[in-house]
C-alpha cells in the first residue's frame, strides 16, 4: 500500500473552491476533491503549527502529549509509537519533505528519509518540496510507503507567490469579503501589533486587509499549482492507481475577524480545516461526510486501511467506517485548545461552538465564556441570548475536560499561567513596549508577564532604565 500525505500549511478551509470560497484559488485540489472523498468537519485539536501535526502523527491530542506552541522538546510527553514508526517497523518506507523537525525534534521518530528544504524551519519554496517529493517517489515507489509532503505556503508573509498568480487576484475583488477590522482598531495594542506584523512581513504596516486577502488567495493557488504537478506525476506513473492521497492543513488562518490575524487562537477560521481522501477504486469519487472528525483520527485511520493494529492509548478513532460503509463519524463534537496570543478551549457541536477564553492575552472585548453560532455572524457573541445553549455546553465541555484528565490537572490551565508563546513573540514585544501603560493597566497580562519574565519587567518604561536582556533587540 502507499500513502502519500499532503499538507498545506495555514490553509483555511473556506479559501478553496470545493469549499464555497468565490474566488478561483484551488483548481487542483478542487479536482482531487471530485475524485475522492470530502469532509466538511475536519478540525484541529490543538492550534498552531506543532502540537497539531504531533497530533496528526501520534494520534494523541495536545493536553496528553504536553504540546500546545514552541514548548520545545522537554514539554512532549512520549506514548505510544507514531504513525511513521508503526508503518516503518511493518516494513514500510517512510520518507517526509519537511522542514517541521527543527521545532518539532520529537517528530522525527521513524522517518527513514528527512529532506528538509531550505535547510531552517519554514524555508523553501514550493517547487522545491514538489520536486523532492517526486525525486523520493522515483526511487522509492515500488515499496509500501507513507510519504509526508509539506508546503508552507500560504503560511506568512504574504510574499511567496510569483507575480503571474498575484496577478489573478485582484486586491479590489476582497473588499467585499474582508473583514471591517474594528476589534484591531479599537485596541492600541493589536493596531500596533498589527502595523508591526505586515511591517516586517510585506514591508507595509497599513496594508488593508482586502490586499492581505488577495496576497494570501495568490499563495493558496501558488501551492495549489505545485499539488498538481504532484498529482499529475503520481497519476502519470500509475501510484496514483494504488495510493491513498491525503490533502489537508494543520490549521486556517485570521485577517482582522474578531481581532485576530494570522493563527493565535482556536476560533472558527483557525480550527476548522480542509480534507480529502482519495484512493481510486476502493472511496467513492465526488462523495462527502459531514460528521466531525479531527486531524488526530488520520492515524487510526491509516493504519485500519493499511491493516495494521491501533495502538490503544491513543485519542484518535478511525473514521473508515463513515468512507466505506457510510456509518456516522466517531464524534459528536469536537474540542480545539490554543495557548498562543490568547489561550483557549473551544467546543463545536452541531451548529454552535462554545469558546472558553482561560487568558485572553492583550485583548479586552473577549468574555471568559462565549457563544456563536457557526452559521451566523462569526464576530458575534450569542450567549447573553441562549443561556440556556450556554449553560448545556459549558456542562458538556466541563464533562469531556473531567473524563480527559482522570483527576489530573488542566495543562492547557497551567501553560496559562505563563501566557502564551506569542507573549515572547517580536511582534508582542514590540506592541508592549509602545503601550507600556496600557499593558500595565491590564491586570491580568502585567501579572502574567511578570511571572513570564520576572524582575527585569519592572525595568521597561522606568525613566531611563537600562531594557533588560531578554527583551533587548526583540522590537527592533
Known amino acids: 500500500m502507499k500513502v502519500v500525505f499532503i499538507s498545506l500549511d495555514t490553509a483555511r478551509v473556506d479559501h478553496f473552491g470545493c469549499y464555497g470560497h468565490p474566488f478561483d484559488t484551488s483548481p487542483n485540489v478542487d479536482k482531487v476533491a471530485g475524485q475522492g472523498v470530502q469532509f466538511q468537519r475536519c478540525y484541529a485539536s490543538d492550534v498552531p503549527t506543532p502540537p497539531e501535526y504531533t497530533a496528526i502523527f501520534s494520534g494523541r491530542l495536545g493536553i496528553h502529549t504536553g504540546i500546545f506552541g514552541f514548548e520545545g522538546q522537554g514539554a512532549y510527553h512520549p506514548g505510544p509509537p507514531m504513525l511513521q514508526e ?15 523537525f527543527y521545532t518539532c525534534p520529537w517528530l522525527m521518530r521513524g522517518w527513514q528519509d528527512i529532506t528538509p528544504p531550505g535547510l531552517r524551519f519554514q524555508g523553501g519554496t514550493a517547487p522545491e518540496v514538489t520536486d523532492e517529493a517526486i525525486r523520493w517517489l522515483k526511487n522509492h515507489g515500488e515499496n509500501d510507503l507513507f510519504l509526508f509532503v509539506h508546503y508552507w505556503e500560504p503560511h506568512q508573509p504574504y510574499v511567496k507567490a510569483p507575480e503571474n498568480h498575484r496577478k489573478l487576484f485582484p486586491t479590489n475583488s476582497y473588499k467585499r469579503i474582508a473583514p471591517d477590522m474594528r476589534f484591531i482598531n479599537t485596541n492600541p ?81 483557525i480550527s476548522h480545516v480542509p480534507l480529502i481522501l482519495r484512493l481510486p477504486g476502493k472511496f467513492p469519487a465526488g462523495s462527502s461526510v459531514d460528521g466531525f472528525i479531527y486531524g488526530a483520527d488520520l492515524m487510526p485511520t491509516i493504519l485500519d486501511l493499511a491493516g495494521v493494529d491501533i495502538p490503544s492509548a491513543i485519542d484518535g478513532e478511525s473514521f473508515l467506517p463513515a468512507i466505506l460503509e457510510g456509518k456516522s463519524t466517531p464524534r459528536d463534537f469536537i474540542v480545539t485548545d490554543c495557548n498562543a496570543l490568547v489561550t483557549q478551549r473551544m467546543m463545536v457541536r452541531n451548529q454552535w461552538a462554545l469558546v472558553h477564553t482561560i487568558h485572553p492575552g492583550p485583548q479586552t472585548h473577549i468574555k471568559p465564556y462565549e457563544l456563536f453560532d457557526l452559521k451566523g455572524d462569526l464576530e458575534s457573541d450569542l450567549s447573553g441570548e441562549h443561556p440556556k445553549k450556554l449553560q448545556e455546553m459549558q456542562a458538556e465541555l466541563a464533562g469531556w475536560l473531567a473524563a480527559q484528565l482522570g483527576g489530573g490537572p488542566d495543562p492547557l490551565q497551567q501553560a496559562a499561567q505563563q501566557g502564551g508563546w506569542m507573549l515572547s513573540h ?23 508577564l511578570r511571572r513570564r519574565y520576572g524582575p527585569g519587567l519592572e525595568l521597561l518604561g522606568s525613566g531611563g532604565a537600562q531594557e533588560p536582556e531578554w527583551a533587548r533587540g526583540m522590537a527592533k
Open 189 to 269: 495594542i493589536m493596531k500596533t501589533f498589527y502595523e508591526y506584523y505586515h511591517a516586517k512581513g510585506e514591508g507595509d504596516p497599513k496594508m488593508p486587509s482586502e490586499e492581505v486577502l488577495a496576497r494570501y488567495d495568490s499563495q493558496i493557488h501558488f501551492a495549489d499549482q505545485e499539488v498538481g504537478r504532484l498529482v499529475d506525476y503520481l497519476d502519470q506513473s500509475g501510484l496514483g492507481d494504488e495510493a491513498l492521497l491525503i490533502v489537508t492543513s494543520d490549521h486556517g488562518e485570521a485577517f482582522g475577524e474578531y481581532g485576530f490575524i494570522d493563527h493565535y487562537t482556536c476560533y472558527e477560521s
Open 426 to 448: 517580536p511582534a508582542f514585544i514590540h506592541s508592549m513596549l509602545a503601550h507600556l501603560d496600557l499593558v500595565r493597566g491590564n491586570k491580568l497580562l502585567w501579572e502574567t
Open 86 to 100: 508503526i508503518l516503518a517497523r511493518a516494513g514500510w518506507r517512510t520518507g517526509a519533505i519537511s522542514n517541521l
